[in-house]
């Protein structure tokens, strides 16, 4: 949904801190919470939008399409309904405000590190073995 590498664009992000700046990848990339990559990433047993409830929850469909969401959009990111094309024009700021606001209504999750992590450890060099990696998702 973005185009090659852009300065500003990664001045900006580096300015986030950790969260916020993985809420923005997440959502320009499709590896986040949404429904559509829990359920290829087998998290999930639904990739349908939990807004809407008619497609399946992709960035695509969070920003351009779901019907649910469009005053939303608009207030965030002028404009009730995007193309794929209109993405790459927003500017990080509108599309974090618009993140955000997906985040506190639990569309767009946080995912939270719990417990004991599976870490490679060697036994000697260039063997390894592992340990158990525990991550905990919010509620879908």
Known sequence: MISGPDQATRALLL??????SRVVIGLLSGHTTLRRHL?????????????????????VHVL??????????HTYLDSFFLDR????????????????EQVSSNLVQNMRHKGPVFRPKC?????????????QFNSI
């Open 15 to 20: 300015s986030f801190n950790r969260t916020n």
């Open 39 to 59: 359920y290829i990433t087998g998290l999930s047993n639904n990739p349908t939008c939990r807004k809407c409830g008619t497609e399946e929850e992709t960035s």
């Open 64 to 73: 351009c399409e779901c019907e649910a969401l469009a005053s939303l959009r």
């Open 85 to 100: 094309e209109d993405i790459r024009k927003l500017s990080i700021e509108a599309i974090w405000d618009f993140a955000k």
């Open 123 to 135: 036994n000697s060099p260039g063997r390894a073995r592992t340990q158990n990696y525990s991550i």
